[in-house]
DNA sequence: AGTGAATTTAGACTTAGTATAAATTTCATC
DNA sequence: GATGAAATTTATACTAAGTCTAAATTCACT
């Protein structure tokens, strides 16, 4: 029996295509342990590695986004559109947000300092209702 | 000849003394290595973990605040208001900014996600002008 | 089937930061 | 001044996230 001969070389193999998956399908916001988890448990084979690379792979296609706050490890986000998030100090939950005219936000920061603005990322911290 | 008498237990003893000294002479927002090897110059014997146990007793009392950006190690300021950060994709530079209207996104976030707000940061990433 | 390019695998390695035990320093009291 | 408790520093071992590398695998193409 041969392998899952599923394609290669389109630059979307079975295991980035598992990783996009999992990201997919999950409700939050996995660090990359715990998509290299759930991945091997389909594919008891899978390298650690093979996971970054995937990630990489397709952060710069733009399927995925990486996420990165405080303490902790990067994030992997299946919603690649700009948002913000909201954090909570207390248990860690974490909320999707967006803020209202980010656009003029960005103009302002161009003008002032004279950078070329690509991104913006706004991060709240906080108490959730539930932690209060 | 006995060693450098200076106060133990006021909780503000030499080591932590020195680290806010190299960070507040620091021009720009150093990681706790950077600190490390600065301060080490002037005193031999210290131990890296001085440094993190300095900067955390620092962060707790208010005079030091810790940044956290995208791939790298913590860096520490001395600049402890409230502001936010635009970085350079390319060459990695950090400039000091501040948004306008932070109450109003805060206030608005507060109502729309129900957390209580304590913090917020907004970073910007872009390209600066030298490197374009 | 054979070749070349990209990818996966397995595992070593790097870096940032934490934990711990022993030695040191200080404060407070005698 | 000597003593003892509490906190800190030192030195070092350890952990966790992520990177690197060499060999094996897979795939596209002829």
Redesign the pocket.
């Known amino acids: 029996m041969?392998?899952?001969?599923?394609?290669?070389?389109?630059?979307l193999?079975?295991?980035?295509q598992a990783v996009l998956d999992v990201i997919r399908e999950a409700g939050e916001h996995l660090?990359?342990?715990e998509i290299f988890d759930r991945v091997r448990a389909k594919?008891p084979?899978?390298?650690?590695?093979?996971v970054?690379?995937?990630l990489?792979?397709l952060k710069e296609s733009g399927l995925v986004r990486e996420l990165?706050f405080g303490?902790?490890?990067?994030r992997y986000d299946a919603k690649v559109e700009r948002h913000d998030h909201v954090v909570c100090v207390r248990c860690g939950a974490m909320m999707d947000y967006e803020v209202s005219g980010i656009e003029s936000l960005v103009k302002e920061a161009a003008r002032r300092t004279k950078f070329t603005i690509l991104d913006a990322h706004v991060e709240f911290k906080g108490v959730c209702p539930r932690c209060r």
Do not use: P
Request: proline share 0%; hydrophobic share 20%.
């Open positions: 041969s392998r899952d001969n599923t394609n290669k070389r389109n630059y193999t079975s295991q980035r660090t990359a342990q594919m084979r899978l390298a650690y590695g093979t970054y690379n995937a990489r792979h990165k303490d902790a490890a990067s």
